[in-house]
């Protein structure tokens, strides 16, 4: 005969499980990236880590904070 928290161990070892998965795509999806489309429709993601990156990080930070509808 099993023993009967076995099953509630194992339910709440499942949640856990999904719970940090949901976690870790969250974090992956919320890193700030750059994406720039090329003259023939290409679009190529830009790490923000590279020098290019970061040029583009600053410029588009500019841009928010002349913008006249600042939030």
Request: aromatic letters at 8%; charged letters at 30%; a positive charge.
């Amino acid at each position: 005969m099993g023993k009967p928290y076995r099953f509630l161990i194992d339910r709440v070892a499942g949640y856990a499980e999904e719970g940090s998965a949901f976690l870790r795509r969250r974090k992956i999806r919320s890193r700030p990236y750059a994406r720039v489309w090329r003259s023939g429709g290409a679009a190529q993601d830009v790490g923000l880590e590279s020098e290019a990156g970061a040029q583009l990080a600053a410029a588009a930070a500019d841009l928010i904070a002349a913008a006249p509808g600042k939030r």
